[in-house]
């Protein structure tokens, strides 16, 4: 059974940092891209990161760029997103979520990390 379950997460001061991670089972995490996608309240999804098999191709939303850092590592299975100097636009339900082999849309997703940023 495929599996993706998100950690970290909380509230958080303007201007700090958290970190989430993301532990994967059931396939071979180091055959698929992954993606960390936020909801924030009464707004649609959007994709904050993504980062392929390897780790050697990444992409970022323009709002985190130079913020956020998405990492893996493959001998753990695991996904993370190192988020710095956040800010309360930030504040959102963090999902991680596999592609699909297509790449064409994400077929599994993680419960979703919550993040608030507030003083």
């Known amino acids: 059974e495929v599996q993706l379950q998100a950690f970290g997460g909380g509230l958080v001061q303007p201007g700090g940092a958290v970190r989430l991670s993301c532990a994967a089972s059931?396939?071979?995490?180091?055959?698929?891209?992954v993606a960390w996608v936020r909801q924030a309240p009464g707004k649609g999804p959007e994709r904050v990161s993504r980062?392929?098999?390897?780790?050697?191709?990444?992409n970022y939303l323009d709002s985190v760029k130079g913020r956020f850092t998405i990492s893996r590592d493959n001998a753990k299975n695991t996904l993370y997103l190192q988020m710095n100097s956040l800010k309360p636009e930030d504040t959102a339900v963090y999902y991680c979520?596999?592609?699909?082999?297509?790449?064409?849309?994400?077929?599994?997703w993680g419960q979703g990390a919550e993040v608030t940023v507030s003083s």
């Open positions: 979520a596999r592609e699909a082999e297509d790449n064409s849309y994400y077929d599994y």
């Open positions: 059931g396939f071979t995490f180091s055959d698929y891209a």
């Open positions: 980062i392929n098999n390897r780790g050697g191709r990444i």
